[in-house]
């Protein structure tokens, strides 16, 4: 079955230094994997999606990912951070006839 | 005007009331969901509906039903709520994994949510 685990529930950084969010995931098949951003009191919004046409995958307000298939891995990066990128980020996994599967989720603090 | 809507947006109730959570969308979609959102437990499929003849249940299913009146709306009731369901619910939709011959990636398109309160 697929599965994704985000780890750290929790990061914090300031404005302007590096982001990076992680999440791995766990598939018997080449996986779609997917970024989605909660803001407070709002739903979930697209970040970015793999769907295997490059491992390099870029998204809304210069975030991006790399799919990496040895490590697993499906991280969340972006160069700079701004204070408006506080929020809660959730890694998913499309699982068995189109349904997703989402991590535990990662809050984003970011200090002036 | 938003895609995906839900009503209420904010409910307090007390236990053993039926309580029933309404969510439409615009976007044309076949496929809806019904997630409840729980504090470090991410989001957890409670229900979901391929057409509006197909309800399935999802990994929490219960104590929660559901009603596929239309393509456009789905609902969720708590027959008898409690107060470990207090939680934010959402709604999402997707488009089907073949459509118009191509192959999609299942993106899910969400709701607002819905904060529910079992007091």
């Known amino acids: 079955a697929q599965s994704v685990t985000q780890l750290g529930s929790h990061v914090s950084v300031s404005e302007g230094a590096l982001v990076l969010l992680r999440c791995n995931y766990s598939?018997?098949?080449?996986?779609?994997l997917f970024w989605y951003v909660q803001y407070p009191n709002q739903g979930l919004q697209l970040l970015l999606k793999y769907t295997s046409a490059a491992t390099l995958v870029k998204g809304i307000n210069d975030f991006e990912a790399e799919f990496k298939k040895s490590e697993t891995s499906f991280h969340l990066t972006k160069p700079s951070a701004h204070m408006s990128d506080a929020a809660e980020y959730f890694c998913a996994v499309r699982t068995s006839y189109g349904k997703l599967t989402f991590g535990q989720g990662t809050i984003l603090t970011v200090h002036p | 005007d938003a895609d995906v809507t839900q009503t209420p947006r904010n409910r307090i109730t007390k236990t053993g009331k039926r309580i029933m959570l309404e969510c439409s969308q615009t976007?044309?979609?076949?496929?809806m969901y019904w997630y409840r959102q729980d504090p470090g437990l991410g989001l957890r499929l409670i229900y979901y509906?391929?057409?509006?003849?197909?309800?399935n249940k999802g990994e929490i299913s219960d104590g929660y039903s559901v009603s596929r009146q239309a393509q456009a709306k789905f609902s969720l009731s708590l027959e008898s709520a409690i107060p470990n369901q207090t939680a934010l619910y959402f709604c999402a939709t997707s488009a089907p994994s073949v459509d118009g011959g191509r192959r999609q990636n299942n993106e899910q398109f969400f709701g607002p949510g819905t904060r529910l309160t079992v007091l």
């Open positions: 509906s391929f057409d509006v003849k197909d309800i």
């Open positions: 976007k044309g979609h076949d496929r």
């Open positions: 598939s018997s098949v080449p996986p779609y």
